[in-house]
Protein backbone atom coordinates (compact mmCIF):
# COMPACT_ATOMS: atom_id res chain seq x y z
CA UNK A 1 0.00 0.00 0.00
CA UNK A 2 1.59 3.82 -0.82
CA UNK A 3 0.65 5.37 2.49
CA UNK A 4 2.00 2.42 4.62
CA UNK A 5 5.80 2.30 2.07
CA UNK A 6 5.60 6.47 2.82
CA UNK A 7 4.96 5.81 5.81
CA UNK A 8 7.75 3.19 6.03
CA UNK A 9 10.10 5.81 4.20
CA UNK A 10 9.06 8.43 6.62
CA UNK A 11 10.20 6.50 9.43
CA UNK A 12 13.87 5.40 8.03
CA UNK A 13 14.24 9.17 7.46
CA UNK A 14 13.37 10.20 10.97
CA UNK A 15 15.41 7.86 12.14
CA UNK A 16 18.27 8.49 9.98
CA UNK A 17 18.48 12.48 11.27
CA UNK A 18 18.45 11.72 14.33
CA UNK A 19 20.97 9.28 14.08
CA UNK A 20 23.62 12.05 12.09
CA UNK A 21 22.27 14.45 14.81
CA UNK A 22 23.61 11.95 17.15
CA UNK A 23 27.17 11.69 15.35
CA UNK A 24 27.35 15.26 16.02
CA UNK A 25 26.83 14.69 19.31
CA UNK A 26 29.46 12.45 19.70
CA UNK A 27 32.23 14.63 17.90
CA UNK A 28 31.70 17.05 20.32
CA UNK A 29 31.66 15.07 23.52
CA UNK A 30 35.11 13.76 22.12
CA UNK A 31 36.21 16.73 21.81
CA UNK A 32 34.89 18.06 25.41
CA UNK A 33 36.49 14.15 27.14
CA UNK A 34 39.54 15.53 25.59
CA UNK A 35 39.56 19.27 27.10
CA UNK A 36 38.18 18.37 30.03
CA UNK A 37 39.91 20.51 33.55
CA UNK A 38 43.15 21.01 32.19
CA UNK A 39 43.67 23.24 34.55
CA UNK A 40 46.42 22.61 37.46
CA UNK A 41 44.75 21.94 40.61
CA UNK A 42 43.95 24.05 43.66
CA UNK A 43 46.06 24.40 46.43
CA UNK A 44 44.33 22.73 50.00
CA UNK A 45 45.18 24.33 53.10
CA UNK A 46 44.85 20.55 55.08
CA UNK A 47 42.05 20.07 57.59
CA UNK A 48 41.57 16.67 59.38
CA UNK A 49 39.26 14.33 57.32
CA UNK A 50 37.42 11.37 58.54
CA UNK A 51 36.98 8.76 55.33
CA UNK A 52 33.72 6.32 55.00
CA UNK A 53 34.33 3.68 53.37
CA UNK A 54 30.68 1.04 53.15
CA UNK A 55 31.51 -2.51 52.60
CA UNK A 56 29.43 -5.14 51.13
CA UNK A 57 30.61 -8.07 49.40
CA UNK A 58 33.56 -9.15 47.60
CA UNK A 59 35.49 -6.10 46.10
CA UNK A 60 38.26 -6.75 43.84
CA UNK A 61 40.31 -3.48 44.71
CA UNK A 62 39.48 -2.98 47.77
CA UNK A 63 42.90 -3.65 49.45
CA UNK A 64 44.17 -1.21 46.70
CA UNK A 65 41.86 1.18 47.71
CA UNK A 66 42.80 1.02 51.41
CA UNK A 67 46.27 1.15 50.88
CA UNK A 68 46.27 4.05 48.89
CA UNK A 69 43.86 5.84 51.67
CA UNK A 70 46.77 5.43 53.94
CA UNK A 71 49.51 6.56 51.25
CA UNK A 72 48.01 9.96 50.73
CA UNK A 73 50.04 13.10 50.09
CA UNK A 74 48.14 15.15 52.42
CA UNK A 75 49.34 16.77 55.38
CA UNK A 76 45.98 17.05 57.80
CA UNK A 77 45.42 13.52 60.03
CA UNK A 78 43.29 11.07 58.24
CA UNK A 79 40.51 8.35 59.63
CA UNK A 80 39.75 6.13 57.60
CA UNK A 81 36.13 3.87 58.73
CA UNK A 82 35.35 1.25 57.21
CA UNK A 83 32.32 -0.76 57.87
CA UNK A 84 29.74 -3.44 56.84
CA UNK A 85 26.24 -5.05 58.43
CA UNK A 86 27.24 -8.06 59.16
CA UNK A 87 30.49 -9.55 60.82
CA UNK A 88 30.14 -12.68 58.07
CA UNK A 89 30.72 -9.80 55.25
CA UNK A 90 33.99 -11.07 53.20
CA UNK A 91 35.24 -7.62 52.74
CA UNK A 92 35.65 -6.93 56.41
CA UNK A 93 39.00 -9.62 56.35
CA UNK A 94 40.43 -7.85 53.60
CA UNK A 95 39.87 -4.12 55.59
CA UNK A 96 40.79 -5.91 58.80
CA UNK A 97 44.34 -7.29 57.52
CA UNK A 98 45.27 -4.09 56.64
CA UNK A 99 44.24 -1.95 59.49
CA UNK A 100 46.33 -4.49 61.53
CA UNK A 101 49.15 -3.46 59.28
CA UNK A 102 48.58 0.07 59.40
CA UNK A 103 51.07 1.44 61.80
CA UNK A 104 49.70 4.79 61.68
CA UNK A 105 46.01 3.06 62.88
CA UNK A 106 44.31 5.03 60.80
CA UNK A 107 41.92 2.57 59.75
CA UNK A 108 38.65 1.54 61.56
CA UNK A 109 36.39 -1.53 61.16
CA UNK A 110 33.09 -1.30 62.79
CA UNK A 111 30.09 -3.57 62.43
CA UNK A 112 26.78 -2.48 62.40
CA UNK A 113 23.35 -4.44 61.58
CA UNK A 114 21.22 -1.46 62.11
CA UNK A 115 19.52 -0.78 59.23
CA UNK A 116 18.16 2.79 58.48
CA UNK A 117 16.36 3.01 54.89
CA UNK A 118 15.95 0.81 52.06
CA UNK A 119 19.31 2.10 50.59
CA UNK A 120 21.90 -0.15 52.13
CA UNK A 121 24.74 2.08 51.70
CA UNK A 122 23.31 5.35 53.19
CA UNK A 123 22.75 3.18 56.02
CA UNK A 124 26.00 1.93 56.10
CA UNK A 125 26.95 5.45 55.76
CA UNK A 126 24.58 6.52 58.71
CA UNK A 127 26.17 3.62 61.05
CA UNK A 128 29.61 4.56 59.96
CA UNK A 129 29.47 8.63 60.75
CA UNK A 130 28.61 7.84 64.30
CA UNK A 131 32.92 7.30 64.62
CA UNK A 132 33.62 10.19 62.63
CA UNK A 133 35.81 12.30 64.74
CA UNK A 134 36.51 15.02 62.05
CA UNK A 135 34.26 17.63 61.00
CA UNK A 136 34.98 17.05 57.13
CA UNK A 137 33.83 14.10 55.55
CA UNK A 138 34.71 12.36 52.35
CA UNK A 139 32.61 9.18 51.21
CA UNK A 140 34.00 6.86 49.08
CA UNK A 141 32.71 3.44 47.13
CA UNK A 142 34.56 0.40 47.86
CA UNK A 143 34.65 -0.29 44.33
CA UNK A 144 37.14 2.83 43.02
CA UNK A 145 40.45 3.44 42.42
CA UNK A 146 42.02 6.40 43.55
CA UNK A 147 45.66 8.32 43.10
CA UNK A 148 47.44 9.60 46.18
CA UNK A 149 46.42 13.42 45.68
CA UNK A 150 42.79 12.44 45.93
CA UNK A 151 42.19 13.93 49.02
CA UNK A 152 44.05 17.52 48.75
CA UNK A 153 42.07 17.38 45.38
CA UNK A 154 38.85 16.94 47.02
CA UNK A 155 39.38 19.25 50.04
CA UNK A 156 40.52 22.03 47.80
CA UNK A 157 37.27 22.58 45.86
CA UNK A 158 35.71 21.61 48.58
CA UNK A 159 37.35 24.87 50.54
CA UNK A 160 36.67 27.30 47.43
CA UNK A 161 33.67 30.08 48.69
CA UNK A 162 30.40 28.96 47.74
CA UNK A 163 30.61 25.30 47.48
CA UNK A 164 28.41 22.83 49.70
CA UNK A 165 29.59 19.53 48.11
CA UNK A 166 32.63 18.19 46.14
CA UNK A 167 30.86 14.93 43.76
CA UNK A 168 34.21 13.00 41.51
CA UNK A 169 33.50 12.15 37.64
CA UNK A 170 34.30 8.27 36.86
CA UNK A 171 35.24 6.33 34.32
CA UNK A 172 35.55 2.53 34.11
CA UNK A 173 37.61 0.15 34.87
CA UNK A 174 37.38 -3.19 33.95
CA UNK A 175 38.63 -6.57 34.81
CA UNK A 176 39.44 -9.28 31.71
CA UNK A 177 35.94 -10.68 32.05
CA UNK A 178 34.02 -9.67 28.75
CA UNK A 179 30.56 -8.51 31.07
CA UNK A 180 32.83 -6.83 33.37
CA UNK A 181 34.53 -4.73 29.65
CA UNK A 182 30.60 -4.07 28.69
CA UNK A 183 30.15 -2.89 31.86
CA UNK A 184 33.10 -0.12 32.04
CA UNK A 185 32.95 0.42 28.56
CA UNK A 186 29.44 2.16 28.55
CA UNK A 187 30.61 4.60 31.61
CA UNK A 188 32.80 5.56 29.38
CA UNK A 189 31.78 5.82 26.12
CA UNK A 190 27.72 6.73 27.44
CA UNK A 191 28.14 8.27 31.02
CA UNK A 192 31.41 9.98 31.56
CA UNK A 193 30.67 12.17 27.90
CA UNK A 194 27.32 13.00 28.57
CA UNK A 195 28.15 13.95 32.34
CA UNK A 196 31.00 16.20 30.52
CA UNK A 197 28.81 17.52 28.14
CA UNK A 198 26.31 18.40 30.57
CA UNK A 199 28.99 20.19 33.16
CA UNK A 200 30.51 22.02 30.30
CA UNK A 201 27.04 23.58 28.86
CA UNK A 202 25.86 23.72 32.15
CA UNK A 203 23.12 21.76 31.54
CA UNK A 204 23.47 19.87 34.58
CA UNK A 205 25.02 20.34 38.46
CA UNK A 206 25.36 16.82 38.94
CA UNK A 207 26.07 14.86 42.04
CA UNK A 208 27.71 11.23 42.20
CA UNK A 209 28.34 9.09 45.15
CA UNK A 210 31.65 6.79 44.10
CA UNK A 211 33.64 9.74 45.73
CA UNK A 212 31.61 12.94 47.34
CA UNK A 213 33.53 15.64 50.68
CA UNK A 214 30.82 17.43 52.39
CA UNK A 215 31.36 19.22 56.08
CA UNK A 216 29.43 17.89 58.60
CA UNK A 217 27.73 21.67 58.92
CA UNK A 218 26.73 21.47 55.68
CA UNK A 219 25.33 17.89 55.69
CA UNK A 220 23.33 18.76 58.90
CA UNK A 221 21.95 21.67 56.85
CA UNK A 222 20.42 19.39 54.65
CA UNK A 223 19.31 16.89 56.94
CA UNK A 224 21.82 15.15 57.13
CA UNK A 225 22.41 10.98 55.72
CA UNK A 226 19.19 10.17 57.43
CA UNK A 227 16.98 12.27 54.43
CA UNK A 228 18.17 10.30 51.86
CA UNK A 229 18.18 6.75 53.44
CA UNK A 230 15.67 5.59 50.67
CA UNK A 231 16.66 7.50 47.40
CA UNK A 232 17.95 5.01 44.89
CA UNK A 233 20.83 7.48 43.52
CA UNK A 234 20.79 9.57 47.03
CA UNK A 235 23.89 11.36 45.29
CA UNK A 236 21.39 13.40 42.63
CA UNK A 237 19.52 13.83 45.98
CA UNK A 238 22.17 14.88 48.02
CA UNK A 239 22.93 17.34 45.32
CA UNK A 240 19.96 18.50 44.84
CA UNK A 241 19.25 19.53 47.91
CA UNK A 242 22.69 21.07 48.32
CA UNK A 243 21.64 23.40 45.19
CA UNK A 244 18.55 24.46 47.07
CA UNK A 245 20.41 25.41 50.19
CA UNK A 246 22.04 28.12 47.66
CA UNK A 247 25.59 25.81 47.91
CA UNK A 248 27.34 24.77 44.84
CA UNK A 249 28.14 20.96 43.40
CA UNK A 250 32.02 21.43 42.64
CA UNK A 251 33.85 18.36 40.42
CA UNK A 252 37.54 18.39 40.88
CA UNK A 253 40.08 17.83 38.00
CA UNK A 254 40.27 14.01 38.15
CA UNK A 255 38.44 11.10 37.85
CA UNK A 256 38.18 8.05 39.79
CA UNK A 257 38.33 4.36 37.97
CA UNK A 258 34.70 2.35 38.77
CA UNK A 259 35.85 -1.20 38.82
CA UNK A 260 33.45 -3.40 37.17
CA UNK A 261 34.01 -7.44 38.17
CA UNK A 262 33.03 -10.60 36.77
CA UNK A 263 29.40 -11.05 36.54
CA UNK A 264 26.84 -12.37 34.54
CA UNK A 265 24.93 -11.15 31.21
CA UNK A 266 21.69 -10.63 33.59
CA UNK A 267 22.83 -8.91 36.33
CA UNK A 268 24.43 -6.39 33.85
CA UNK A 269 21.71 -5.98 31.85
CA UNK A 270 19.27 -5.31 35.23
CA UNK A 271 21.98 -2.70 36.23
CA UNK A 272 21.80 -1.07 32.82
CA UNK A 273 17.84 -0.85 33.08
CA UNK A 274 17.92 0.34 37.38
CA UNK A 275 19.79 3.31 35.84
CA UNK A 276 17.85 4.18 33.36
CA UNK A 277 14.91 3.88 34.68
CA UNK A 278 16.27 6.28 37.73
CA UNK A 279 17.55 8.59 35.00
CA UNK A 280 13.86 8.67 33.56
CA UNK A 281 12.39 9.20 37.19
CA UNK A 282 14.83 11.81 37.83
CA UNK A 283 14.43 13.88 34.55
CA UNK A 284 11.75 12.39 32.44
CA UNK A 285 12.03 14.68 29.35
CA UNK A 286 15.49 15.06 29.83
CA UNK A 287 15.88 11.18 29.60
CA UNK A 288 13.50 11.77 26.53
CA UNK A 289 15.54 13.99 24.96
CA UNK A 290 18.82 11.75 24.70
CA UNK A 291 17.29 8.94 22.23
CA UNK A 292 19.84 11.10 19.88
CA UNK A 293 22.51 9.72 21.93
CA UNK A 294 22.24 6.23 20.90
CA UNK A 295 23.10 7.10 16.89
CA UNK A 296 23.61 3.21 15.95
CA UNK A 297 21.32 1.76 17.26
CA UNK A 298 18.96 4.14 15.28
CA UNK A 299 20.62 3.88 11.90
CA UNK A 300 20.11 0.24 12.55
CA UNK A 301 16.64 0.21 13.17
CA UNK A 302 16.68 2.55 9.87
CA UNK A 303 18.55 -0.10 7.89
CA UNK A 304 15.85 -2.65 8.99
CA UNK A 305 13.27 -0.95 7.68
CA UNK A 306 14.16 -0.35 4.10
CA UNK A 307 16.61 2.79 4.84
CA UNK A 308 19.49 0.72 2.35
CA UNK A 309 22.64 1.81 2.09
CA UNK A 310 23.23 5.49 3.61
CA UNK A 311 21.40 3.48 6.83
CA UNK A 312 24.25 1.02 6.51
CA UNK A 313 27.12 4.01 6.08
CA UNK A 314 25.39 5.95 8.82
CA UNK A 315 25.29 3.12 11.00
CA UNK A 316 28.79 2.49 10.41
CA UNK A 317 29.82 6.41 10.59
CA UNK A 318 28.16 6.02 14.03
CA UNK A 319 29.89 3.06 15.24
CA UNK A 320 33.48 5.23 14.37
CA UNK A 321 31.91 8.15 16.89
CA UNK A 322 31.33 5.74 19.38
CA UNK A 323 34.74 4.54 19.44
CA UNK A 324 36.51 7.80 19.10
CA UNK A 325 34.94 8.68 21.88
CA UNK A 326 36.21 5.85 23.77
CA UNK A 327 39.55 6.64 22.63
CA UNK A 328 39.52 10.01 23.91
CA UNK A 329 38.18 8.44 27.78
CA UNK A 330 41.54 6.49 27.24
CA UNK A 331 43.86 9.15 26.60
CA UNK A 332 42.17 11.77 28.66
CA UNK A 333 41.61 9.40 31.61
CA UNK A 334 43.68 6.03 31.35
CA UNK A 335 40.14 4.21 30.66
CA UNK A 336 40.98 1.04 28.71
CA UNK A 337 39.15 0.73 25.09
CA UNK A 338 36.46 -2.04 24.04
CA UNK A 339 37.73 -3.74 21.11
CA UNK A 340 35.70 -2.41 17.94
CA UNK A 341 34.13 -5.43 17.65
CA UNK A 342 32.18 -5.27 20.96
CA UNK A 343 30.96 -1.88 20.53
CA UNK A 344 27.93 -2.67 18.30
CA UNK A 345 26.78 -5.43 20.88
CA UNK A 346 27.68 -2.30 23.93
CA UNK A 347 25.88 0.32 22.06
CA UNK A 348 22.89 -2.07 21.40
CA UNK A 349 22.98 -2.83 25.52
CA UNK A 350 22.61 0.85 26.34
CA UNK A 351 20.03 1.01 24.15
CA UNK A 352 17.83 -1.58 24.68
CA UNK A 353 18.00 -0.30 28.73
CA UNK A 354 16.50 2.93 27.02
CA UNK A 355 14.03 1.40 25.67
CA UNK A 356 12.97 -0.55 28.66
CA UNK A 357 12.89 2.36 31.21
CA UNK A 358 9.91 3.64 29.80
CA UNK A 359 7.85 0.29 30.32
CA UNK A 360 7.71 -0.61 33.80
CA UNK A 361 8.81 1.01 37.28
CA UNK A 362 11.02 -2.14 39.46
CA UNK A 363 14.21 -2.04 39.65
CA UNK A 364 16.48 -5.08 40.99
CA UNK A 365 19.30 -3.75 43.09
CA UNK A 366 21.55 -6.50 45.08
CA UNK A 367 18.96 -9.01 44.40
CA UNK A 368 15.89 -7.38 45.81
CA UNK A 369 13.31 -5.84 43.72
CA UNK A 370 11.35 -2.08 44.65
CA UNK A 371 9.34 -0.13 43.01
CA UNK A 372 10.41 3.70 42.39
CA UNK A 373 7.92 6.73 43.56
CA UNK A 374 9.23 9.75 43.08
CA UNK A 375 12.89 8.57 43.37
CA UNK A 376 12.47 6.58 46.82
CA UNK A 377 12.60 3.16 47.04
CA UNK A 378 9.48 1.25 47.95
CA UNK A 379 9.58 -3.08 48.75
CA UNK A 380 7.92 -4.53 45.55
CA UNK A 381 5.79 -7.14 47.39
CA UNK A 382 6.07 -9.07 44.18
Not at 8 to 17: C, H, M, P, Q, Y
Not at 38 to 62: D, F, I, K, M
Amino acid sequence: MPIAADLWRWTADLLLAGSILGCLYLVTASLLVLRHRRSPASEASPVPVTVLVPLCGTEPRLAQLLRVLCQQDYAAPVQIVCGARSDTDPALAVARQLAAGDPGQRIEVHVHPQIHGLNLKVSNQINLAQHARHDTLVMVDSDVEITRDFLSGMIAELQKPGVGIVSCLYHGVATDDVWARLGASGVNTHFLPNAIVALRFRLERPCFGAGMAISHDTLRRIGGLEAFADQLWEDYAIGKAIRAAGLEVAHPRFTLGHVYAGGSGRDLVMSQIREARTIRGINPAGHAGTIVTHPFPLALTALLIGGGSQALAVALIALGCRTAVGWCAGTRFGARPLQFWLMPVRDMLSFTAYVASFFGGTVTWRGERHRLYDGKLVQDPG
